[in-house]
């Protein structure tokens, strides 16, 4: 290549010498930089986890945890208890009833003092109690009804068998609901002492009397009849 006068031939070095724009280094040099800073947040990033590796469970007892059996199912509270054993009593319980005897226990603010909305008893039988299995919700004779499962029995500590109501005694349980609703709330109003016995009780009772008095007339016939002592 040609020179012009007076210009100086480069150096061995100044042939080697690359501008670069300033603060830049070559791709390998940048790919070994980087390639050092990712083994260093690694080794990092383990010597963290190896600290939290005593306060934090293992993989297997991780794995070994065993998901709950009523995962998923709504959990039931006291009130719902309370419902249960009431209907388990009763035989079986139309939602207008529910809605009064629920609206004892609202657990929040109601439109009607006393008396929860047709809608919040559907969601709370529907969204709750039967997820959970514990009452049966049906439609008889046009009217809502809804009466405990085996569950609903074992959870309210019940000692009957469950049974859907008979078409012909609905309108009965349903009367038989309206007095105890209206006797509870007279005597819880007036701070009276008193305790519903429900039909089912009593009949139950009644048998359970009737067997001990058989039990006592065997025993009865079975003593033996001490005979008179001969003077």
């Known amino acids: 290549m040609a020179r ?16 670069r724009p300033p603060h830049s280094t070559p791709t390998s040099e940048r790919e070994e930089i980087w390639d050092q ?37 709504p959990r039931m509270k006291p009130r719902d208890i309370k419902a249960f054993r009431w209907m388990g009593e009763q035989g079986a319980a139309r ?18 003092p006393g008396r929860l909305s047709a809608s919040r008893v559907r969601h709370i039988i529907e969204e709750r109690w039967e997820p959970a299995g514990m009452v049966y919700y049906k439609n008889l004779l046009g009217k809502q009804w809804a009466w ?32 105890r609703l209206y006797l509870e709330d007279l005597y819880w109003g007036k701070k009276l002492k008193g ?13 359970e009397w009737a067997a001990l008095k058989k039990a006592d007339l065997r025993l009865l016939d079975l003593s033996p009849i001490s005979s008179p002592k001969c003077a």
């Not at 939602?95 to 009607?112: A, I, K, S, V, Y």
């Open 4 to 19: 012009k006068r007076g210009q100086r031939e480069p150096t061995h070095s100044q042939q080697r010498q690359v501008t």
């Open 37 to 73: 800073e990712d083994t260093f947040d690694e080794e990092f990033d383990e010597e963290e986890e190896g600290d939290d590796d005593e306060d934090r469970p293992s993989a297997k007892r991780r794995s070994s945890r065993k998901r709950r059996k009523d995962a998923g199912i």
């Open 95 to 112: 939602r207008d009833d529910l809605q009064e005897l629920l609206g004892r226990m609202p657990e929040g603010e109601t439109n009607e």
């Open 148 to 179: 405990p499962s085996r569950r609903g029995l074992s959870a309210a500590d019940l000692p009957w068998n469950p049974h859907r109501p008979a078409d012909i005694n609905l309108e009965h349980i349903h009367q038989i609901n309206r007095v």
């Open 195 to 207: 305790e519903w016995e429900s039909e089912r009780w009593y009949v139950r009772r009644k048998k």
